[in-house]
């Protein structure tokens, strides 16, 4: 331990719940089930530092291969906040990455911070909330549950930077978490998944060939059951966007998405909803 009584190590999978209240705290609103996917890829990621004994600050740097980390939760209990806690927690998780890249979707006020920590802003996440209107079932969809895994996990890769069928497998098949599909021809063309979270539920992932697909998608997840959702949309796909304000959504909150090195191609204008802000 440090002669100031604060020290950083791996989280036990019991206490990346923790983290998730931290975050719900700060109204980040994640889903009931978060938690529990989340370990299930990195567990050595999660780290948490503690001061006199006690939880003070949080940061995951999920690595996803040899190439690609992800890095979420990073907070600092209030009360502890301007000691140094959160940058010699922030060093540790971007120790745990190596020479990966890593990626972040930041929340405005540290944006600055991490340009200078290397990463430089790729685009602009807005998430929409509200209760949808007008959504129709154009198309018909299937079950997520009846699409062949290897489908599923081949769309994923055309939209994020790494392969990540661990966490695929266990956000489909969470507690609470609900999924659709649509095939055109024997074709995968969108599917997405709804889950429940400390307010509403939330969208995520959307990911569709063309708005039309997106939004029968949509309507299919959310149903004939009423209430608040959350849908995170990439700024420069137009369609995602015009998709939300046209049913309704407005947007409450934005994150920048940020990375500290190159990454694969994404396509970019299929993600009609963002898996999530603390993995990716």
């Known amino acids: 331990m440090n002669g100031d009584d604060f020290r950083i190590r791996t989280m036990s999978p019991a206490e990346i719940p ?3 209240d931290w975050a719900a705290a700060e109204g980040w609103n994640p889903g009931l089930a978060d938690a529990g996917c989340f370990g299930c890829v990195d567990p050595a990621g999660f780290l948490i530092g503690e001061y006199a004994g006690q939880p003070a600050s949080t940061i995951s740097v999920v690595n996803y291969d040899e190439r690609f980390a992800f890095l979420g939760f990073y907070i600092v209990r209030p009360d502890l906040r301007g ?15 190596g020479t990966r890249t890593i990626g972040l979707d930041g929340v405005v ?7 200078k920590s290397g990463f430089a802003f790729a685009y602009k996440n807005i998430r929409y909330s509200g209760i949808p209107v007008n959504l129709r079932r154009t198309e018909e969809t299937v079950p997520l549950s009846a699409v062949p895994f290897e489908l599923i996990e081949r769309d994923d890769a055309t939209v994020f930077p790494a392969a990540r069928p661990v966490l695929l497998q266990n956000w489909i098949a969470a507690p609470g978490h609900a999924g659709r599909a649509l095939l055109r021809g024997g074709r995968l063309v969108a599917w997405g998944v709804i889950r429940p979270c400390r307010h509403g539920r939330k969208v995520g992932p959307l990911f569709a060939d063309d708005r039309a697909a997106a939004e029968a998608v949509l309507a299919a997840l959310v149903g004939k059951e009423s209430g608040e959702i959350f849908l995170d949309a990439p700024e420069p796909n137009k369609a995602a966007v015009s998709l939300a304000e046209s049913h309704g959504l407005a947007p409450v909150f934005q994150t920048a998405r940020m990375y500290s090195g190159p990454i694969r191609p994404v396509a970019l204008e299929r993600v009609f909803g963002v898996k999530t802000f603390e993995l990716g």
């Open 18 to 20: 923790l983290a998730a």
């Open 109 to 115: 006020a540290q944006q600055d911070n991490y340009r």
């Open 83 to 97: 000691r140094g806690f959160g940058l010699r927690t922030w060093r540790a998780g971007i120790a745990h990455a």
